[in-house]
């Protein structure tokens, strides 16, 4: 394995997209599997969103943090100025699925209509963010 460079760099916007759009391919397949847990799927899932709002928001020149946290990157995202669909605004509740839901302990149950909503959610979000990122570009 090759050691970590200690330089910062975020890639395109272009790259954000193939990752956020392989998440999502990802949270669709381990859907259909049943040796996968819900809360992996919504972890893709979430993923794809996160993804998804880094693109736009390096598409926009807007500075963000290495974060999990939807809900604060949608944030960074209005305070520069960009307007975000009511779905997109909703993706901030699959934060919890980055971290704690993918460990043992969990407590909350994960539906099978979680999946779907966390699912539904991200196809969402990168639809849009890819209808945004390519705008921004030209």
Request: with cysteine.
């Amino acid at each position: 394995m090759k050691p970590r460079s200690k330089r910062r760099r975020f890639g395109s916007p272009r790259q954000w997209l193939i990752h956020a759009k392989s998440d999502l391919s990802l949270a669709r397949l381990a859907k259909s599997e049943k040796t996968v847990l819900p809360e992996q799927t919504c972890f893709h899932a979430q993923q794809a969103c996160e993804k998804s709002l880094k693109a736009v928001l390096l598409a926009r020149g807007l500075e963000f943090p290495l974060v999990h946290d939807i809900e604060l990157l949608l944030e960074v995202a209005k305070k520069g100025g960009l307007r975000l669909p009511r779905d997109v605004c909703k993706a901030g509740a699959l934060s919890p699925y980055a971290v704690e839901a993918r460990y043992p302990g969990y407590e909350d149950d994960v539906a099978p209509t979680d999946v779907d909503e966390a699912i539904r959610l991200a196809a969402r979000v990168v639809s849009w963010a890819s209808t945004e990122a390519s705008r921004l570009r030209k």
